[in-house]
Each structure stands twice: as structure tokens, then as C-alpha cells.
């Protein structure tokens, strides 16, 4: 099993900046990729970006790409998910998620979910 604890979410104006950070526990060793969602009241769980846990090979979604970058720190076992220029519609709980495949953009293809991070852009 993995666990992942999720932390940095927070109330930021519009035009704003956010840190999140996913620290990953357990059988670190299994995962091949982590990623974030993000889940708004209402809609469905929404990818937003994921990374190859060896290679550093990064996707983003066409909606917060040029905005938002993921990274990783391997001997951390942590992930980031730096989010610059922040907007209103970024409002959502965001969930780190982790699977030992390559990485995928459907949630439901995702093994290990943390609790999630709410973040709150004011416009």
C-alpha cells in the first residue's frame, strides 16, 4: 500500500501563487507515476498534471499549462504542484494520486488517492 498526504492549499486572490505538496509513504518503491486532480462542488474529479516517477517526464492539462508545473524530489518521495497566475476557476479540493503504471489522465485509473487540499482563489 501507498499513502499520500497532501498539504499547501489555502485562500490566495486572483493572480496569486500556491505551493502543494504530496508526501508519498508505504511501497514507494511500486509507484511509476504521481499526479494531480482536482475536483470542483459538483463536477467531476478534472486531471491536471502528472509525472514519471523515474524519468521527470511531465503532462499538463491544456487549462493550467504555462501556469502551473509539477515536480518531484525522489529521495523526498514528495511531489509538487507549483500553481502561479491562480484564477477563480482554479477553485477545487486537489488530490495527489499515485499508480505503479505509466501515467494516465483518467481518475479512474489512479491506485492511490490522498485526502485532498482545498484551494480557494478570490477573484
Known amino acids: 500500500q501507498v499513502q499520500l498526504v497532501e498539504s499547501g492549499g489555502g485562500l490566495v486572490q486572483a493572480g496569486g501563487s500556491l505551493r502543494l505538496s504530496c508526501a508519498a509513504s508505504?511501497?514507494?518503491?511500486?509507484?511509476?507515476?504521481m499526479a494531480w486532480f482536482r475536483q470542483a462542488p459538483g463536477k467531476e474529479r478534472e486531471f491536471v498534471s502528472a509525472?514519471?516517477?523515474?524519468?521527470?517526464?511531465?503532462y499538463h492539462a491544456d487549462s493550467v499549462k504555462g501556469r502551473f508545473t509539477i515536480s518531484r524530489d525522489n529521495a523526498k518521495n514528495t511531489v509538487y504542484l507549483q500553481m502561479n497566475s491562480l484564477q477563480p476557476e482554479d477553485t477545487a479540493v486537489y488530490h495527489c494520486?499515485?499508480?505503479?503504471?505509466?501515467?494516465?489522465?483518467?481518475?479512474?485509473?489512479?491506485?492511490?488517492w490522498g485526502q485532498g487540499t482545498q484551494v480557494t482563489v478570490s477573484a
Open positions: 494520486a499515485a499508480r505503479p503504471g505509466v501515467l494516465r489522465t483518467s481518475a479512474t485509473l489512479w491506485d492511490y
Open positions: 508505504g511501497r514507494t518503491d511500486s509507484i511509476s507515476a
Open positions: 509525472v514519471n516517477w523515474r524519468s521527470g517526464i511531465t
